[in-house]
Each structure stands twice: as structure tokens, then as C-alpha cells.
């Protein structure tokens, strides 16, 4: 049994037109192939080139969006570590730096007060706390006619300064109350601001 059934026969092509190529038509397929190449290696390349641009730009793009929440992250907890130690301050160093400068504002007080209006009897109200260090301002100032009066009603550092007509109040603790509500205000505005 033959298998000549089943293949093709390509002696009917034999008996067509020959083909003939010159060497200019040879050399324009060539060109002709050449440029095809070309072309086809610049578009892949065009497109790789897009493809990398939009890669890099969406790394750029996610890095910077990571940059940015570190950011948030490291400053989110830097001012939280801020709030603690300025509240630790205000709390802890503040009193009793106030209370070592209970004597240089009166001071500076009964200065401007005299100052102002002349050498006049001068009467001083405090605590029970501060009574005892305004009377060793007073021993230190013996040609200055010094009253101190004791009221139960005010804290430490709370005292008035009186000079004749003129009188002028210094209120330590509400000095204190004050910057803790200047800090406190500070990072509740700031909370607001990232939030």
C-alpha cells in the first residue's frame, strides 16, 4: 500500500514563471527588510522605554506617598514627646523656678513703682507661704518704710504691691496656668491642623 495519497505533490509548481532578482531588486528587499527590522526594534523599544517611565514614575510616586506618611508618623510622635516634656516642665521646673523669682519681680515691681512715684511707704500682701521671704526683702531694704500684711486668701506666689496710690498685683500661679494653657492650646491646634 502506497502512502503517495497522502502527501503533496509540488511538481505542478515546477512548471510555473521563473522568478528572476536582480541586484537592485535584491539590494531594495534588503533595504526594504532592514527598515522593517528597524522599525519594529524602535517601537519595542519606544514602548519598553514608555513601559520603565510609568514604572518608575508609579514607584516615584508610591515612595513619595511613603516618605509622606513617615513623615507624618515621625513628626505625629516627635510633638507628642514635645506635649509630655513641656508638660513635665510645666509642671516639675516651673513652680519652683517661679518660686525663686517670687523676689526679683517684686523687686523689679517695687522699682518701677518708686520709680514712678517717688519714695512713699510701701505695703506688701502675700500668703503665709511667701510672708517670710518678703520679710527678708524687707531686712535687706531698711531705709524703704515696708508694711507686709499677711492674707490668708492668696496662694504662693500671689502678692500686691502697694506705693501710695499706685498698687500693681503679681500672680505667679496664673502666670503658670497661663503658659500651660498656651502649650496645651498649641497642640490641640496642631492635632486639628494634621488631623
Known amino acids: 500500500m502506497s502512502i503517495a495519497h497522502l502527501l503533496h505533490d509540488f511538481g505542478a509548481l515546477s512548471q510555473g514563471k521563473p ?20 522599525q519594529a526594534g ?3 523599544c519606544v514602548k519598553s522605554q514608555v513601559e520603565d517611565g510609568r514604572r518608575i514614575t508609579a514607584d516615584l510616586v508610591q515612595n513619595l ?3 509622606g506618611f513617615t513623615y507624618e508618623e515621625v513628626r505625629a510622635e516627635i510633638m507628642e514627646a514635645m506635649q509630655r516634656l513641656l508638660q513635665q516642665i510645666t ?9 525663686a523669682m517670687l ?4 523687686t ?4 518701677d513703682l518708686l520709680e514712678a512715684n517717688g519714695r512713699q511707704p510701701v505695703q506688701l500682701t502675700a500668703g503665709p507661704t511667701d510672708l517670710a521671704i518678703l520679710r ?11 508694711t507686709l500684711t499677711e492674707d490668708q486668701t492668696l496662694a504662693s506666689g500671689q502678692v500686691f504691691v502697694r ?7 503679681l500672680d505667679m500661679p496664673d502666670v503658670l496656668l497661663r503658659i500651660e494653657h498656651a502649650i496645651s492650646g498649641f497642640f490641640q491646634q496642631n492635632q486639628r491642623i494634621v488631623a
Do not use: N
Open 103 to 106: 523676689v526679683p519681680h517684686v
Open 42 to 44: 524602535w517601537d519595542d
Open 65 to 67: 506617598q511613603d516618605i
Open 19 to 38: 522568478v528572476a532578482i536582480t541586484d537592485v531588486s535584491l539590494e531594495e528587499e534588503r533595504l526594504a527588510a532592514f527598515e522593517k527590522g528597524y
Open 91 to 99: 509642671e516639675t521646673v516651673l513652680p519652683p523656678l517661679s518660686h
Open 136 to 146: 527678708r526683702l524687707s531686712a535687706e531694704m531698711p531705709d524703704l518704710a515696708c
Open 108 to 111: 523689679e515691681i517695687l522699682h
Open 163 to 169: 506705693l501710695g496710690e499706685s498698687e500693681r498685683a
